[in-house]
Structures are given as structure tokens and as C-alpha cells.
């Protein structure tokens, strides 16, 4: 059975930092490209950073670019994103995802509000 959870997220203040992780079985997480997606109320889905199977390679939204970094462990079958500076429009449901869409896991709420 593919796994994909993520955790971490909270109620935080303008300018906080979280740090999401997202852990995964069922699949060659290692051998996959895996990418961080939210989405706010009454939006679609938000595409906000990937990363290359062997952690090399990232890429951001300018939304967050400068603000969110994406990781992995590929030891651990986990991926991460560290949220710095957060704003009111970055609340929403934060998911994770192989970069391919084949597998999507279910989402933690962040919500950014003084």
C-alpha cells in the first residue's frame, strides 16, 4: 500500500517558520521526483517546489522562492519543506506528491494568521 503523510503543519504568525515533513512507503521513493502542492480555500491545486530524485536539484514558485526550501532523506523515505517567513496567503492544505502525479498523500493544514 502506497503511503504518503504529511505532518507538521500548525496555526502560526505572520513571519513564523514551520517545517513540514512527509513520509512516504509503498514506492521507490528514492527513485522518484517528488514536489510539495497546497491548496487554499476555494482555490485549486498550487504547485510550490520539486525536487530531483537524488535531492540535487530544486525548484520553486516564485510565490515562495526564497522562503521554502524542499529536502530529502532518501534513508528515511522523507521529504520536507522548511516554510520561513510565512504570510496569510501561504494557508492551506499542504500536500506531497511524486513529481509524475501517480501518487499523492494526504495534507496538513497550515494556517497563517495574527
Known amino acids: 500500500e502506497v503511503q504518503l503523510l504529511a505532518t507538521g503543519g500548525g496555526l502560526v504568525q505572520p513571519g513564523d517558520s514551520l517545517r513540514l515533513s512527509c513520509a512516504t512507503s509503498?514506492?521507490?521513493?528514492?527513485?522518484?521526483?517528488m514536489t510539495w502542492i497546497r491548496q487554499a480555500p476555494g482555490k485549486g491545486p498550487e504547485w510550490l517546489s520539486a525536487i530531483k530524485r537524488d535531492g540535487a536539484t530544486a525548484y520553486y514558485a516564485d510565490s515562495v522562492k526564497g522562503r521554502f526550501t524542499i529536502s530529502r532523506d532518501n534513508a528515511k523515505n522523507t521529504l520536507y519543506l522548511q516554510m520561513n517567513n510565512l504570510k496569510p496567503n501561504d494557508t492551506g492544505v499542504y500536500y506531497c506528491?511524486?513529481?509524475?502525479?501517480?501518487?499523492r498523500g494526504q495534507g496538513t493544514q497550515v494556517t497563517v494568521s495574527s
Open positions: 506528491a511524486t513529481a509524475d502525479s501517480r501518487y
Open positions: 509503498g514506492f521507490n521513493f528514492g527513485n522518484s521526483d
